[in-house]
């Protein structure tokens, strides 16, 4: 009785690249919203319309965290501790290299209305025609 040979199989078996797939798309779905970025403010809860801005323009934003201190955030990985002196010169040789960019200030619900303003002078004397203010909106009453 002689043996038939068999002939190998050339075809890839995908199954297991599929499943490493979905588990890779499932932990980046979850972790995805984890690593959002910025300071860690208690935004004021007001109505308001979100406002519009050009595609393809990211706005500096100007945080002033509970301990009254500013950071300059800038992309995701480009959050820099400042003084009002150094948020200036910063915003001000920003705005020199892109003039339409955007200047937001995220200012803690609990810090002092005065350096808020101090901020928004500053930011004024640096060439900055429009400062939007960032909020949280409120939760509806149940």
């Known amino acids: 009785m002689a043996r038939e040979k068999r002939r190998p199989i050339a075809e890839m078996n995908v199954v297991p690249y599929i499943d490493v797939m979905l588990v890779l798309m499932v ?3 979850i972790t995805a919203p ?7 403010v208690d935004l004021p809860k007001v ?15 100007v945080s002033i965290k509970k301990n009254g201190q500013y950071v300059i ?8 501790a ?9 915003v001000s040789k920003i705005l020199q290299q892109q003039p339409s960019t955007e ?12 350096k ?3 901020l928004m002078a500053t930011l004024q004397s640096a060439g900055v025609a ?3 203010l960032v909020t949280d909106v409120p939760e509806l009453a149940k």
């Open 116 to 118: 808020v303003i101090k």
């Open 27 to 29: 932990i980046f779905m």
């Open 103 to 114: 200047v937001l200030v995220r200012g803690d619900e609990s810090v002092a209305y005065g």
């Open 47 to 61: 109505a308001t319309a979100p406002l519009k801005s050009p595609k393809n323009s990211e706005p500096l934003i």
């Open 34 to 40: 984890v690593l959002s970025q910025g300071v860690k």
């Open 73 to 80: 955030e800038r992309g995701r990985s480009e959050d820099k």
């Open 82 to 90: 400042a003084n009002l002196e150094f948020v200036h010169k910063y």
């Open 130 to 132: 429009n400062v939007g």
